[in-house]
């Protein structure tokens, strides 16, 4: 099994939207290194669920991969906001994942916080410049989230 942290904006989707629906589909991701990440997501990897882009960045709850990726639709939808030209269907440039929810935690472990956890500091969240929706985590790292979200 493998870790993830996946950055959604809460305006767009949120934890308690994935809640509400129990499962989504993560899509309209538009970065070749997170897609590639996404492409390693096995069934059953564990997510971190950040919201950023808000009063309270960090990390809201846990999510669980429950589909490997796939071509993501919205590619190819001219409507759609993160329609991409140069996307084809017979010669996908970009995927998705679904996932499940899992938990929203009590408290949101918040960037700041995440930050100043020296058991933290080789997150690639916290690395200066690193602005990727999706990143690998260790096992080591997401278990210290999740404590410290206790």
Known sequence: MKYWL??????MYSIDNLKEDKRGSWDGVRNYQARNF???MQKGDLVLFYHSNTKTIGVVGIAKVIKESYPDHTAYDKKNEHFDPKSKKENPTWYMVDVEFVKKFKNTVTLEEIKNNKKLKDMKIVQKGNRLSVTPVSKKEFQTIVEMSQ
């Open 6 to 11: 996946m950055k959604t904006e809460p305006e």
């Open 38 to 40: 996404m492409m390693e």
